[in-house]
Nanobody, 126 residues
């Protein structure tokens, strides 16, 4: 069966760092783009960062560019999100998702992604 399992979320102070992991199984990893999305209560879901697992190209939302880094390990079918210089406004549930889309189809394209994980919560205190 298709699975995407996020881990690594937690509580952190502003300015701190977290590394999220997304372990995938049950589909052809290299044929899909993997995206990280987040949703806070009362706000719409937004794309954070996306990576093409075949060519390695990446896309970042303006709000996280320069602070977050997305990377992949195709041999282990895992995508990571390194989050540095965290801000309270980064607080949300973070989801990973897979889609047959381009890496640039990230922010505003969440409805194009087919498979979704259960989410991992990130809370940044001030």
């Amino acid at each position: 069966e298709v699975q995407l399992v996020e881990s690594g979320g937690g509580l952190v102070q502003a300015g701190g760092s977290l590394r999220l992991s997304c372990a995938a199984s049950g589909f052809t990893f290299e044929d899909h783009t993997i995206g990280w999305f987040r949703q806070a209560p009362g706000k719409e879901r937004e794309g954070v960062a996306c990576i093409d697992n075949d060519i390695g190209s990446t896309y970042y939302a303006d709000s996280v560019s320069g602070r977050f880094t997305i990377s992949n390990d195709n041999a282990n079918m895992t995508v990571y999100l390194q989050m540095n210089s965290l801000k309270p406004e980064d607080t949300a549930v973070y989801y990973c998702a897979a889609g047959v889309v381009g890496y640039y189809q990230c922010t505003g394209y969440d409805r194009e992604y087919i498979y979704w994980g259960q989410g991992t919560p990130v809370t940044v205190s001030s």
